[in-house]
């Protein structure tokens, strides 16, 4: 499988530049960088992000599954959602509360339309 780790807040950092083999390496790799992540992005615009991973193209030998780990607090939640539904057949997205008091609203509905699972 690949991966790939993504910083986001009213911008976005993608940690590579294209995915990467999932080895030891790479996923130490991975954990020593998000070790130094910080909420430094400001607000949460999750639009412009999942359209940018939508938009790369995919190896379809792997599956794409994004992994979206927010408090919940989304700007335009109904044109994510759509953006989320229109590409649900190529993308799986699953959602998890990472703070107490999450809204649980839209990390449910995000979860749903991707067909994936939600926490909090």
């Known amino acids: ?10 911008t976005y950092e993608f940690m590579f530049e294209e995915s990467k083999e999932y080895n ?6 991975a954990l020593e960088q998000i070790e ?4 430094n992005l400001l607000g949460t615009e999750l639009y412009e992000l999942i359209d940018k991973i939508i938009s790369i ?4 030998k792997y599956p794409r599954s ?5 408090d919940g607090g ?9 953006k989320i539904r229109e590409s649900n057949n190529s993308t799986r997205v699953y959602s998890i509360g ?3 008091g999450s809204s649980s609203f839209p990390i ?10 939600s926490t909090l």
């Not at 499988?1 to 009213?10: D, H, I, L, T, Y």
């Not at 989304?74 to 759509?82: A, C, N």
């Open 74 to 82: 989304i700007l335009d939640p109904t044109k994510l959602l759509e």
């Open 108 to 117: 449910k509905l995000i979860a749903e339309e991707g067909k994936g699972t």
């Open 24 to 29: 030891n390496e790479n996923m130490q790799y």
């Open 98 to 100: 990472i703070r107490p």
């Open 57 to 60: 193209k995919q190896d379809y």
């Open 36 to 39: 130094n992540f910080s909420s």
């Open 1 to 10: 499988s690949k991966f790939n780790v993504v910083s986001f807040g009213s």
């Open 66 to 70: 994004v992994f979206l780990l927010t």
